[in-house]
C-alpha cells in the first residue's frame, strides 16, 4: 500500500492537467510489448522504427518493461506546468533535460536495485548525457509515433478535464480523489493506491497535479515521494461508477455506431481505420469505449488484435439496424472532416 498524505494547502493547490510526456511514454511502452496496448493495439511500424534510434533506445531501456511491475525513473515523465496546453510538451522535456546529474543517477540506480544496469545507461550516466538524451529521445519519439494521433487524444483527456473540473466544483475534492480508480481512495487524511509497494509519505504545501491519460490504461502512476514533482496518472474511465454496467452513454457519435455495426466478423484497428477513413488512435479510442462497455470482444490471431461485437453488441445492433446502417453510410465523409483526430 502506498499512503500519501495531504495537507490543507496541498488539497488547495491540487490542480488538474494533461501530461503528454505520460502520454508518449506509455506509448513507447506498448511499442516494446509484442501484444502491443491491451486497448489499443500495435502503436504501428512507426513506432517501432523509432525504437531504433540511439536516444529511443536509451529511453526504452529506462522503463519497465510491459507487464511487469517496477519503477520508471520520474524524470521521463515530469509535472505539467502551468500555462498554454500547446507548450507543456516542450516545457516537459526541458524539465527533464535539466534533470541534475546527482537526482539522475538516484533514479537510474533505483530502476535497477540490483546492479543489472545496462552498459549505455551507465555510459550515458557517467558522462552526463542522459537527461539530455532522453529528452531528445522523447521528442523523437513523440514525432515519428504520436503527434499525428495527438489531436484526438487531446480531445479525449481535455473532455475528461472538463468532467473532473465538473465533479470538483459539485461534489468536492474528497469526491474526486476517490472516483479515479478502484485502486485509490481518499481517506479524509491520506490518499491510498493499492500497490505491492510498501511506502508512506507526507505532501506538506505541494502541487499535486491529477494528469488523466488514454494511452496508460488500464494502469495508474504515482509520483508522489517528491513535493516538487507530485503527479498522479490515472487512466481514462478507470474509476467511473456504473461504466461496466451502462456504458451506452458514450456511444453518442456517428463514427462509433458505424464502427459497431462494421464488426459483425472480427476487425482490426487498421482495417477499421482504412474502412472508415479515421485516425488509428480515434478508431483505438472508440473500440475501447466500446469494449470497457461490453460491446464488443477482442482477441488475438497471431500478430493481429482483432475485434467483433459481444452479445450486448448485437442485441443493440439489432434494436438500431436501419439507423445504424443509415448512418454508417451517409455519415463516413462528414466523419473525415468533423471527427477530433481524422484527417490524419
Known sequence: MLVAHLDGPTLARLRLATSPAAEVTSWLQAALSRFGHPVHGDPGPAARAALRHRDVALVAQLVTPPGRVGYTPDLLTPKPPLGPPDAVLDEQLAQTAATPAGEVAVQVHERFPAGRMPAPVRAAVE???????????????????????????????????????????????????????????????????????????????????????????????????????AVLVYPVGAGRAGQHRDGLGELVGASRAAILADLDVPRSTRQLSERHRLAPATVSYHLGVLLRSGLVLRSRDRHSVLYRRSARGEGLVGRRSDQAATRSASRRNAAWVGEPGSGT
Open 127 to 229: 558522462d552526463g548525457t542522459l537527461a539530455r538524451r532522453v529528452a531528445d529521445g522523447l521528442r523523437h519519439f513523440w514525432r515519428a509515433a504520436l503527434a499525428d494521433q495527438w489531436p484526438a487524444l487531446r480531445a479525449t483527456l481535455e473532455a475528461e478535464l472538463a468532467l473532473r473540473a465538473t465533479a470538483m466544483a459539485t461534489t468536492g475534492v474528497g469526491s474526486v480523489l476517490n472516483s479515479l480508480h478502484p485502486r485509490v481512495a481518499w481517506t479524509g487524511r491520506a490518499l491510498t493506491i493499492d500497490s505491492s509497494y510498501r511506502i508512506t509519505t507526507a505532501l506538506a504545501g505541494a502541487e499535486l497535479v491529477l494528469a488523466p491519460s488514454v494511452l496508460a490504461w488500464p494502469r495508474i502512476s504515482t509520483q508522489l515521494c517528491d513535493a516538487g514533482n
